[in-house]
């Protein structure tokens, strides 16, 4: 079993920005890929970023591109996204999830855990 745990969420002026953690615990992530959805109110959790167990692929959805960073430090078994130049839109709760395989997943479904979510707000 893995726990995720994500932090780092807040309140944050657009344009500004914000660094999300996922730190995972039970067992190591390092043979999992990893990613990060988000779930605005009233909408569906959509694919934000995703990264190779490796951390040498890396995939964005078209709206974050260019500004959003996901990265991975295995000697802390956690996962970051840096988000930068942070939009209204932006506005959602974040999940940190885990695949077991190489590469990384943009379908929800392929996830084998979900962290509980950290909130995101941004105010224009």
């Known amino acids: 079993q893995v726990q995720l745990v994500e932090s780092g969420g807040g309140l944050v002026q657009a344009g500004g920005s914000l660094k999300l953690s996922c730190a995972a615990s039970?067992?190591?992530?390092?043979?999992?890929?990893m990613g990060w959805t988000r779930q605005a109110p009233g909408k569906d959790r959509e694919f934000v970023a995703g990264?190779?167990?490796?951390?040498?692929?890396?995939a964005y959805a078209d709206s974050v591109k260019g500004r959003f960073t996901i990265s991975r430090d295995s000697s802390k078994n956690t996962v970051y996204l840096q988000m930068n130049s942070l939009k209204p839109e932006d506005t959602a709760v974040y999940y940190c999830?885990?695949?077991?395989?190489?590469?990384?997943?943009?379908?929800?479904?392929?996830?084998?855990?979900w962290g509980q979510g950290t909130q995101v707000t941004v105010s224009s």
């Open positions: 999830g885990a695949v077991r395989r190489y590469s990384y997943a943009s379908r929800l479904s392929e996830y084998d855990y």
């Open positions: 039970g067992r190591t992530i390092n043979s999992y890929a």
């Open positions: 990264i190779s167990w490796g951390g040498s692929s890396t």
